[in-house]
């Protein structure tokens, strides 16, 4: 069964503490691993999307990596404005012609100035 | 240029009551997402639409609950006969064709039974 789990469930961290949050997946075929920001009362807003092993992406304070089995969402000298919970999520690779999305739980992320 | 658009944001239902979700996708989005986030979980996918048909309704409970995308207007969830445990936040998001851009959300719709 397809699964998405992320860790830690919350982070709390000063200003500019550098961190990294944990994505792990199991997935028959991985088509694309996907990362969002949501803030309390709205919808998820996208960061990035990885598609193989080795790949990483960059936007502002963020960094996206993945392996095989993971990946990493690093945050470099956050701001109280990063504080939301990030979240990850999959798409397998398979027959058919479903786009959906396999969703982790989150890591809520609260960055005290 | 609007986002994803969903109306209302918030419904409150008596348990037997029918609950309609809207949703509009982002202009030149023909693909449809429904997803639910029930306190404590993660988005759970419900069904995946393009006009006028639905394409995967796997994560959709059997009975109850329903889905369209018309050819004019907008997506509706539909939920008949709503008890407490339909309670929960229930996000539309729309892409263009495959999700590699990644979804568009809207803010999503909470509904509460009472």
């Known amino acids: 069964e397809d699964q998405v789990t992320q860790s830690p469930e919350a982070l709390r961290l000063q200003e500019g503490e550098s961190s990294s949050l944990n994505?792990?997946?199991?997935?028959?075929?991985?088509?694309?691993?996907?990362?969002?920001?949501?803030?309390?009362?709205?919808?998820?807003?996208?960061l990035?999307?990885?598609?193989?092993?080795?790949?990483?992406?960059?936007?502002?304070?963020?960094?996206?990596?993945?392996?095989?089995k993971e990946s990493f969402l690093h945050?470099?000298?956050?701001?109280?404005e990063d504080s939301a919970t990030y979240l990850c999520a999959v798409q397998a690779r398979r027959g058919g012609a479903t786009n959906k999305l396999i969703f982790g739980t989150g890591t809520l992320l609260a960055v005290q100035p | 240029n609007a986002g994803v658009m969903q109306n209302p944001r918030h419904l409150v239902r008596r348990r037997g009551q029918e609950a309609r979700?809207?949703?509009?996708?982002?202009k030149g989005h023909s693909h449809?997402?429904?997803?639910?986030?029930?306190?404590?979980?993660g988005l759970k996918f419900m069904v995946y639409l393009q006009k006028e048909n639905i394409i995967d309704e796997s994560g959709m409970p059997k009975e109850r609950f329903s889905a369209e995308f018309p050819k004019e207007g907008p997506s509706i969830l539909r939920i008949q006969q709503v008890v407490r445990g339909d309670s929960a936040a229930y996000f539309c998001a729309s892409s263009p064709g495959t999700?590699?851009?990644?979804?568009?959300?809207?803010s999503g719709t909470r509904l509460t039974v009472v």
């Open chain 1, 75 to 80: 945050i470099t000298a956050p701001k109280p």
């Open chain 2, 21 to 26: 979700l809207r949703c509009s996708p982002m």
């Open chain 1, 23 to 46: 994505c792990s997946y199991t997935v028959s075929g991985l088509r694309g691993l996907f990362w969002y920001r949501q803030d309390p009362g709205k919808g998820p807003e996208f």
């Open chain 2, 99 to 106: 999700v590699n851009y990644g979804y568009t959300f809207g």
């Open chain 1, 48 to 68: 990035f999307t990885l598609y193989s092993a080795g790949e990483e992406k960059e936007k502002e304070r963020l960094k996206a990596t993945l392996t095989k």
């Open chain 2, 32 to 41: 449809v997402y429904w997803y639910r986030q029930l306190p404590e979980e």
